[in-house]
Structure formats: structure tokens, C-alpha cells
């Protein structure tokens, strides 16, 4: 069965107009990336060792137990909370929304660490035999 309209001829203004082929689009394509990691993804110097490469701005002390770390942390989602109750009232709409989610999961995660600092605290119990 034959079409009864043919295909459209390619033109100069078709937006792929500039490439004469796919491999000059592959070619720029990659020139582009090789462009973008060159600036957001630059190779590490010679000069410094990888090891000391900054991985994270902040850092937590090895020698912190866990009470120490849970405390913090509980501490640290009961701030969080009040932030987003405070921003929920001051939205409207679907933003308050999702000022009350994140409130309700910080909330959740601190009943959560608040567990585990009870089980922590909590004499072991002896083994029956």
C-alpha cells in the first residue's frame, strides 16, 4: 500500500539542520560532556594525595559514643521540627503541605532516635534459661 503524502523533505530550518550526519552530533556531544567534566569534575592535582581530597565540609569526631551521637542527633531533628511548624504557618498551600511533611518525617525520625536512646539506657535484662 503506498502513502498517499510523502515524507517531508529535509529543509534548512529543521533545528538538526547544521549536522550532516549523526556522527557529528555524537562527536559534539561528547566534546560537550569532556567541556562539562573538565570544570565540574576535575581530576585531582599530582600534587596533593588523594586521601586528603575533601570528601565532606563537616566531620564527626571518632572518639563520640553513641549516647553522645543520638543526643546530638534528636537534639539537632527537635530543631528541624520547629523550623518547619514555623515555616508551615507562614505558606500557603501546597507549600505548607509540604512544610507539614517534612515536619511530620523529622518528627517521625526523632521518635525513632529517641528509641534507640531508651534501649541504650535501658539496664540489660538476664537471660533465662
Known sequence: MDKS???????????????DALEDLLKDRAAAERAL?????????GDAPSDSRI????????KADTDTLLASTSETLASVKAMAE??????????????LGIQQLVELC?????????QLEAPARPVEA
Open 5 to 19: 503524502v510523502p515524507d517531508p523533505p529535509l529543509n534548512k530550518t529543521t533545528p538538526l539542520c547544521g549536522f
Open 37 to 45: 567534566n573538565h570544570y565540574l569534575n576535575p581530576e585531582p592535582s
Open 55 to 62: 570528601d565532606s565540609l563537616f566531620s564527626v569526631t571518632a
Open 86 to 99: 514555623d515555616l508551615a504557618f507562614e505558606v500557603d498551600g501546597t507549600r505548607r503541605s509540604v512544610a
Open 110 to 118: 526523632q521518635l525513632l532516635v529517641d528509641k534507640a536512646l531508651d
